[in-house]
């Protein structure tokens, strides 16, 4: 049996959901901003966010990493010679540290400790949207 199409197959689709979660986080962080520590909008927020983390852009990320890798390890598919690849590379890390960086959030925001303006979190929410234009570019065009 050929694994290569169903390796592709789930790494696309891990990429999917960890971009999803990437966008849909920052978003609630919005609205999480504005209300008040402890209201049931909070509350509910907290349940929201740590949800989206941990039941999906968490195993996601992870999941992207691994069928990733095993589609340049695995299957040879890559050439690490040419530089298409390495800007990948670094824009993913860049993503992967963003992903950190919403993780850290989310626990300030759960201990009623978030300390950013509603405005910190519509400006970072732009963040995954040109890492992941970037990283497309380099694996569609490959322009070095």
Known sequence: MNWYPWVLSLHVISVIAWMAGSLY?????VYHADAEPGS???ET??????RL??????PAMIASWVFGLTLAFGFGVVDF????????????I???GFHGLLARHQKAFAADKNDKP????????????VLMI???????????
């Open 40 to 42: 049931v909008q909070s």
């Open 134 to 144: 970037v990283i497309v570019i380099m694996v569609i065009v490959k322009p070095f």
């Open 118 to 129: 509603a405005r910190y979190y519509r400006m970072i929410n732009e963040i995954p949207t």
């Open 25 to 29: 986080l920052p978003r609630l962080f």
């Open 81 to 92: 010679s040419q530089g298409w690849m390495w800007v990948k590379a670094a824009f993913v």
């Open 94 to 96: 860049a993503l992967s």
């Open 53 to 58: 983390l941990r039941g999906i852009t968490t």
């Open 45 to 50: 927020f907290k349940v929201m966010e740590r």
